[in-house]
């Protein structure tokens, strides 16, 4: 195989190294270092030919950089100020939210459940070894024996590992999700009300046990911590909204409806939503600007 065909076999593989990368940490921008950091190793192989199945090389070389780089990244999110949320992957504004082709990140990484908001906050109370084994083999498709070398455990413990995994994500996982039509009317719904500080309204489309977090990272005004229940939530966002964003766009989050504003500062939030049952059961706000570098310009 010449350098040519190299590169190019990689960059096929590259939206899927991405999002293993971004499931694991969280953070694209960190995700992309594991993916880069994976294709020099590959140029340094003496001879890549030989390796009989790239693709799972590359989930493997992947799959133990990202568990490396999420060991240091928790011990910076216990330093972290206020409540830390992964880092937003939005589609960048088109048509019912629709990205034009590599116009943005959300084309750098293919956006199924295995990157949604609500997965990755429940990801975020494993451990990394647990994190990693469900994710390289419940999601990835390694096999066990293959993500034993990854974390360092016999295949047996990994399949222990994953199992605490699954139980915890089935846990949080929403039970009766909604269309991906009526998410986006629930999304539109929750803007009219927040508009029109209808706070009856607003209560109507959240769970009774709803919770609203929002991570401003100590940089930005943001909820001062996490807000439980319809009524206490839906009041915190109409004192929040009081004033009428600058600009605001329902697009898509994480591969769901959600929406990005600007406010009159220049302030920029990223909300994405989980739904079950027909109503809104997590609100996700993120306004740290480190975590919004790559969210597309509003029209």
């Not at 206490?232 to 898509?252: G, N, S």
Request: hydrophobic content about 45%.
């Amino acid at each position: 195989m010449n350098a040519e065909a190299l590169a190019e076999a990689f960059e096929a593989e590259r939206p899927r190294l991405l999002r293993v990368a971004y499931a694991t940490l969280g953070s694209l921008t960190e995700a992309e270092d594991c993916v880069q950091e994976a294709w020099l190793r590959l140029r340094r192989l003496d001879d890549p030919a030989g390796i009989r199945d790239l693709r799972a090389w590359l989930t493997r070389t992947v799959g133990r950089l990202a568990l490396d780089a999420l060991g240091s990244a928790r011990a910076r999110r216990e330093r972290y100020v206020g409540t830390w949320l992964p880092e937003p992957v939005v589609a960048a504004p088109g048509p019912a939210g629709a990205s034009p082709a590599g116009a943005d990140p959300a084309d750098r990484v293919t956006l199924d459940e295995s990157v949604s908001t609500a997965l990755l906050v429940v990801l975020e109370t494993l451990s990394p070894a647990e994190r990693t084994a469900f994710l390289l083999h419940d999601v990835f498709g390694l096999p066990f024996e293959e993500v034993a070398g990854i974390v360092g455990r016999s295949p047996a413990a990994v399949r222990q590992l994953a199992s605490r995994a699954r139980r915890h994500v089935a846990a949080g996982r929403p039970r009766f999700p909604p269309t991906p039509a009526e998410q986006r009317a629930l999304v539109a719904a929750f803007v009219a009300a927040c508009r029109n500080g209808d706070l009856d309204g607003l209560v109507a489309l959240l769970a009774p046990d709803v919770t609203c977090r929002a991570d401003g990272g100590g940089k930005v005004s943001t909820l001062p911590r996490d807000v439980h229940g319809a009524e206490r939530v839906a009041r915190a966002l109409i004192a929040f909204t009081e004033r009428p964003p600058r600009d605001l766009l329902q697009t898509v989050v994480n591969g769901a409806p959600g929406l990005v504003a600007r406010d009159h500062e220049g302030v920029l939030s990223v909300a994405s939503f989980t739904f079950d049952a027909g109503r809104i059961v997590a609100i996700d706000i993120v306004r740290n600007p480190d975590k919004l570098t790559t969210v597309p310009d509003l029209p």
